[in-house]
């Protein structure tokens, strides 16, 4: 560890996080950098023994676990170990955002230390829940545990790359321009690419010098492939990308444009981080002291490497209890031993997220790799963006150059109606841009009928 490392540890952490009330920080984040090395037993003991606190912690100060257990005739005593998850009921987005507010509150948490949150999500509607500090410090040493996994430090310069920039201590305003200039954590706006941006933002990099850089994966590939167009390149030693699927094409074009630095991917969403990759690279691991996750379909827990649901328990949050939600990605497990050493299981496979695959009427999935890597091959187009209006309707929206032909607009529809089937009707759209969403993604892939259906995997 740096000398500059150790000291902002050591000296500026403590004080910043207890000044501002996330004081949980550091201890949890000492507790996670410990327990990964763990065999992953003893971090299946550590689970159930905080299954156990939670459970008897809902039990007694949120109404609709506590009717819920009565209904079923169970006590806390009966939820003993994550195989007893499966007694309670599988909650999602919907339900949720319907009773936070009331059923699902955490009674003993005094209303003003309760913080209401929402997820960023895409298209549907958002999730609306509550968090307190405690919750987000410890949501924040997750975070900062997968930074450590990729090399790195307090103190080391990074990078992210969204619409607009996080400001971690929020009514802190000094607090979080002091952590910014502290951290060393420079931000670009992902809101507009255009050539003089893009060579601005090279020179920053350069500049900057980052350790780490961050941010949405289509973003982070859409800057990659610009950059590979106009022949630049700045070695980042570790990108962490995140929100989205990261197709193996990404992949290796967020590699070049930033070689000879590593891609990770990170896992996270509707405010929890979930799993991120090592540098073995062999799936993602889970931050099971958090979180246990269980992958289902049709409602039934799969075996280990079957592809299902991703349904998550968090195992420090009661403000809003997040018990066997139903995160609507697609996903396996595995709890083979990683080369890396750490006990945490991983997601052998996350095939993204529910919105980034469609099904058609006679259950076809298409997926986001599909279309990105097709793309990846047409260089009269610029910009993509695939939306599902119904079942079976489906809208492309197309950004191209003037070498756009007769033959590049033929292949589309041929490769399209070769992915859909015969039944799938389908319009291309030429459009001059594709927008972010409000968050900042550049999603590739929409479905204005799939959020929220039960999964047909
Ligand atoms: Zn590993």
Redesign the pocket.
Known sequence: MSRYSRFLRKAVLPLGSRLAGYGDFLPYLESLEASQWWSYDQIQALQNAKLRRLIAHVYEHVPFYRQVMDQRGLKPADIQTADDLVKLPIVDKKALTQHYDAGLRDHSIPRKQLIHATSSGSTAERLHYWTTKSQKAKKWAGLFRWWEMVGYEFGDPYVTFQLAPNQGFKGWPLVGRLEWLLLRHHWLSAQEMTDEVLAQYVENLRAWRPKLFRSYASTLYYLAKRMNEAGLNVHVPAILTTGETLTDHMRETIARAFAPGEVFNEYGGDGMQIAAE?H?H?GM?INAETYIVEIVKDGKRVAEGELGEVVLTNLEATATPFIRYNIHDVAALTTAP???G?GLPRLSHLEGRLTDMFVTSDGHWLTVHQFTAFFAKVHSVKAFQVIQKEVDFIVIKLVVDDHFSQADHQRIIDTFRGYMGPNVRFELQFVDDIPTTPVGKRRFFISEVIQGAPSKV
Do not use: S
Request: neutral net charge; hydrophobic residues 10%.
């Open positions: 090592c073995e062999q691991h990683c080369a890396c750490r």
